[in-house]
């Protein structure tokens, strides 16, 4: 779904059909009918304190009890106040005195086709260990650790080990650029890097040590680096500051005792894109996050114990942390990870790994069923996915055509979608449905949780009617919600509480439709959605701009196919000539600057950029001209917009 007026998204989302939960799979969910549902959200809804107080007695081992349900001073919220809890025991000790201590906690496939299976009992030995590894290198409880890894086991046991002593993870995507690591680093102030010699990416290695070391280069607080071992390259190791991880844990004792961390200690940072040029580093803490990433788990996945459940996020990602790593192990649920491209060897990769593992639960993206689709149902056909019951998505709406074509070809349709509306901020699901009680439509991310209390506003904060587009916020707390951006309370007081007084703004668009459906309509800001990543567009134009030869430039989403939205800039020059080689090498400093996500699919030069009398850039006009709506002659040199800019003086 691309993001746009409202008007417009409205008119293409005419979407009436309804799709009751399969009899069968209501009659064994934990959930089972809209009338439970109902009745836990009314319960929820009338008393949201009491409700999360009573789960968080339930659902987490508490060292201390806390003696405060919720602290809430606007807009920072503390939340089992006095508590002591610690993420990686309730992932990981709470199981080891059940039967669950020899179950899969993690089934990893390598993209070279390598496997490894740890049990709960492994995990949490490798856990200890790395833990221990960490002490041994002086972090303590507070210190920063900053991550950037392919997706192993190891990754998964690193952020572990930090939530084990109370350091704080920041796991940055390993396919960002060296200058965004150091800028990462910089503002997390982080002390050790964890990172690997390199990483596959369809049969080809990318070597992340090369560009940690350049991006260590800029990082001054960063005293230590330890690598893995995974593709088994010879990168270059500096005396005193590079240790191999095999090497440290190796020598370090498997016993190592989970601190007991205030409710409120932090447990992660994860940079994400706002809306100026620098990325947000939004704070998660312990008992809150941890209570709402294993309850949303439990809830919108139906979680059985025999269930085998495969999100396909990256741990760069916040789904990666929620729905692979700490949702999933809090429930003692058995998490898939794989490493490697959906495409390789084969675009049948996905499929094959669902038959060999007998995946019960799919978690994927929109964007990557667009390419499934486009790859064509064979691939799918070829192979038994019986196993499956449930499907879900994740990171930007699904269209409709995309929905049906998931819930026919890969569901057989049996299998129940949750389409899940959620952000980094909101640390898990907040909008699902629930599979075994909500009939879904297509496109619509259906009803709030229980605990989640919604409203779509008007900019003068009054409740729009039905079917009437509108802000998204929240107008209560929750647990799972961010704590704030790491060393800038007034950037987080600014950006999410200032517009709408007393109440979370989410930064999207929505309706709520006769039935009381939620329908997410795209960003209300220069958030772009590209594969389900979140980019801003100024990043993406002060990337630009820092190069030599650039004077202006206006990156904009235009709608893809596949991507959902892809890049489009325009820019103005201030030395050189529009050429191919120049429009490469922007595309490459882009790279260079922010990493391969943010490389703009089109780079189009122009004199000058349409703007309004007021001077603000025409991003409508320019979404137009990119989208090919607006006919503008020969794009393969200078382009001039002027004179349609003056046609359209809107802002
Ligand atoms: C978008 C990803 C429509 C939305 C978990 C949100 C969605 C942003 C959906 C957060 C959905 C995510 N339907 N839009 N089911 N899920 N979005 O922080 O614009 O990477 O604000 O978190 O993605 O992206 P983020």
Redesign the pocket.
């Known amino acids: 779904?691309s993001?746009g007026n409202s008007g417009q998204i409205d008119s293409v989302m005419q979407e009436n059909r309804l799709f009751p939960p399969p009899e069968e799979f209501s009659s064994n969910s934990q959930i089972g009918s809209f009338e439970a549902y109902q009745e836990l959200y009314d319960k929820a809804k009338a008393d949201p304190v009491a409700f999360w107080g009573e789960l968080a007695r339930q659902e987490l081992h508490w060292f201390e009890p806390f003696n405060e349900t919720l602290d809430w001073q606007e807009p920072f919220a503390k939340w089992f106040v006095g508590g002591k809890t610690n993420v990686s025991y309730n992932c990981l000790d709470s199981h080891l005195s059940t039967w669950r201590r020899n179950k899969a906690a993690i089934i990893w496939e390598g993209e070279p086709g390598d496997q490894r299976t740890l049990t709960y009992q492994q995990l949490h030995r490798e856990v200890c260990r790395f833990a221990n590894v960490l002490k041994s290198l002086g972090v303590v409880a507070g210190d920063v650790v900053s991550i950037y890894m392919p997706m192993t086991p190891e990754l998964a046991i690193a952020m572990l080990a930090c939530a084990r002593i109370g350091a704080v993870h920041s796991v940055i995507f390993a396919g960002f650029s060296a200058e965004s690591i150091a800028d990462r680093n910089n503002d997390a102030q982080a002390k050790i890097q964890l990172t690997s010699d390199g990483a596959w990416r369809r049969g080809k290695v990318l070597p992340l040590k090369a560009t940690v070391d350049e991006a260590l280069d800029k990082s001054p607080t960063v005293e230590h680096c330890i690598v893995l071992r995974r593709v088994g390259n010879d990168p270059a190791m500096k005396e005193g500051r590079d240790h191999w991880w095999h090497d440290l844990v190796d020598e370090a004792s498997d016993n190592c005792e989970a601190a007991q961390l205030d409710s409120e200690s932090p447990l992660f940072i994860l940079y994400?894109?706002g809306s100026t040029g620098k990325p947000k580093g939004?704070k998660h803490t312990t008992a809150g996050y941890n209570l709402y990433a294993k309850k949303t788990f439990q809830w919108v996945f139906d979680h059985k114990d025999e269930d085998i459940f495969w999100c396909t996020?990256d741990c760069g990602?916040?789904?990666g942390h929620?729905y692979v790593v700490y949702g999933p192990l809090s429930a003692g649920a058995t998490t898939v990870m794989y490493e490697g491209a959906p495409n390789w060897p084969e675009e049948d990769r996905f499929w094959e790994l669902i038959e060999k593992y007998r995946i019960n639960i799919l978690y994927t993206a929109?964007t990557a069923i667009r390419a499934f689709i486009k790859w064509g149902d064979h691939h799918v056909e070829k192979h038994d996915l019986s196993s499956l019951r449930l499907l879900g998505?994740?990171?930007?709406?699904?269209n409709p055509e995309a929905w049906i074509w998931y819930h026919n070809i890969v569901g057989g349709e049996r299998c129940p979608i949750v389409?899940?509306?959620?952000?980094?901020?909101?640390g898990g699901?907040m909008?699902?449905p629930l599979p075994g009680a909500i009939a879904t439509k297509p496109g619509s991310?259906t009803k709030p949780l229980p605990g989640v209390l919604p409203a779509i506003l008007d900019p003068a904060g009054n409740p729009v009617g039905e079917n009437q587009g509108g802000w998204?916020v929240m107008t209560h707390p929750w647990p799972g919600m961010l704590r704030g951006i790491w060393g800038d309370d007034d950037r987080y007081r600014e950006q999410y509480w200032s517009k709408v007084p007393g109440k979370y703004l989410?930064?999207?668009n929505a309706r709520v439709d006769s039935d009381g459906y939620y329908w997410?309509?795209?960003?209300i800001d220069d958030?772009i959605?590209v594969a389900?990543?979140?980019l801003s567009t100024i990043e993406v134009e002060s990337a630009l701009v820092s190069h030599s030869a650039v004077a202006e430039a206006a990156a904009i989403g235009r709608t893809d196919e596949i991507k959902g939205q892809a890049i489009a800039v325009f820019v103005t020059l201030k030395e050189g000539e529009p050429s191919e080689e120049m429009r490469n090498e922007l595309k490459l400093h882009v790279r260079k600057e922010i990493g391969a996500l943010a490389v703009p699919d089109d780079v189009r030069f122009t004199n000058t950029l349409p703007k309004t009398r007021s001077g603000k850039i025409m991003r409508r006009l320019l979404r137009d001209i990119a989208e090919g709506k607006e006919e503008v002659g020969d794009t393969s040199t200078l382009e001039d917009y002027t004179a349609l800019a003056s046609l359209r003086d809107e802002s």
Do not use: K, Y
Not at 393 to 398: C, R
């Open positions: 779904m993001a994400t894109s939004i996020a990602w916040i789904t929620s929109p998505t994740v990171g930007e709406g699904i389409d899940t509306w959620w952000q980094t901020e909101t699901i909008m699902s991310c998204l989410a930064g999207d997410i309509m795209g960003r958030v959605n389900g990543h979140r």
